[in-house]
């Protein structure tokens, strides 16, 4: 609950990038019309929830961390009503279930960073249909299936190099590529560098 009142009076560069009815809405002290909007449970959402629900902080401490995160998940609303407003068609509706399971599907990518799921692999061993589950991917992490699982084997990728001992070949085969030539295109693509002087640049700042 915002009480527009007093909200107002923090520095908030007269709601600029708001659309036109969120800002009118926050700058009436007191409602003219009414406003409802219910919208997708989205991954994002689900983490501030389970951050918020921590119970091993106290007082002055607390309350900052609350105002913090609720503050958080209010910019994460008004984004994702901002994002459905300007693209309709994003996302189609899923339920709590459906976030779930996406959320399940990009779990099992992060665990067997070797395997490289199909959507119809995922599909199925997630219960999850394939329209929801590329919308979901989509709209939860602004990414497709593959492209979130090249995100994740490159940022697993890059851990590796920085921290064991393995050489770029066994990093390749540990993110479930064969091919190490497209591994150097899309890891320079990414951190700007191939893999052989990332590892060098390592080296040398030991």
């Known amino acids: 609950e915002i009480v527009r009142s007093l ?3 923090r520095q908030n560069y007269n709601y600029s990038g708001l659309l036109p009815e969120l800002k009118e809405l926050f700058k009436r002290p007191v409602a003219k019309n009414n406003f409802f909007y219910q919208g997708n449970y989205s991954l994002k959402a ?11 902080l106290e ?9 913090a995160k609720l503050l958080e998940m209010l910019a994460v609303q008004v984004r994702e009503y901002q994002e459905v407003q300007r693209e309709p068609k994003l996302p ?23 395997e490289n799921y199909s959507l119809d692999q995922l ?20 990414l497709t299936v593959n492209k979130y699982a090249q995100e994740v084997k490159l940022e697993a990728a890059r851990d590796m190099l920085q921290k ?10 540990q993110i479930g590529l064969r091919n190490a030539s497209y591994f150097s295109k899309i ?20």
């Open 164 to 173: 064991s001992d393995s050489s770029i070949t066994d990093v390749v085969g």
């Open 123 to 142: 599909a199925r061993e997630t219960g999850i249909n394939l329209k929801k589950l590329q919308g979901g991917f989509r709209y939860n992490f602004g």
């Open 46 to 56: 689900a983490d501030l929830v389970e951050e918020i629900d921590r119970d091993d």
């Open 7 to 9: 909200f107002n009076k």
């Open 187 to 206: 890891f320079k693509e990414k951190y700007g560098l191939s893999p052989k002087y990332f590892l060098q640049a390592q080296k040398e700042g030991e």
């Open 59 to 67: 007082g002055f401490l607390k309350l900052k961390f609350l105002e």
């Open 92 to 114: 189609q509706f899923l339920t709590k279930l459906d976030v779930e399971r996406v959320k399940e599907a990009a779990d099992l990518i992060k665990a067997n960073l070797h």
